[in-house]
């Protein structure tokens, strides 16, 4: 739909059931070309899940697949092991 040649519409269904979409809402989500959000977290195709509130050193959390994988959190509990190589 929104396109003479099926490829390059904007939203499509397969035969398969298949949907590309290039934004909309489902479920209280929203969704663009590069994030899935609600009001409290956001997915981003950088490789980033993080709260909408998330400032570096200042508020909210992310965890990063970026740099080798990060993470901000401003308190952690942790209840397994923790291991690591420096300290």
């Known amino acids: 739909m929104g396109h003479g040649t099926f490829a390059s519409a904007p939203f499509s269904v397969t035969k398969a059931g298949v949907v590309k979409a290039e934004s ?5 989500w929203t969704v663009t070309g590069t994030q899935i959000t609600s009001s409290g977290l956001v997915l981003d195709s950088s490789g980033d899940i ?3 509130n998330f400032q570096p050193r200042v508020t909210g959390w992310r965890v990063s697949s970026q740099a080798n ?3 901000e959190f401003e308190n952690v509990r ?3 092991t923790l291991a690591t ?3």
Not at 24 to 28: K, L, Y
């Open 24 to 28: 909309g809402t489902i479920g209280g």
């Open 50 to 52: 993080r709260s909408t």
């Open 69 to 71: 994988g990060t993470a």
């Open 78 to 80: 942790i209840r397994g």
């Open 85 to 87: 190589t420096t300290f």
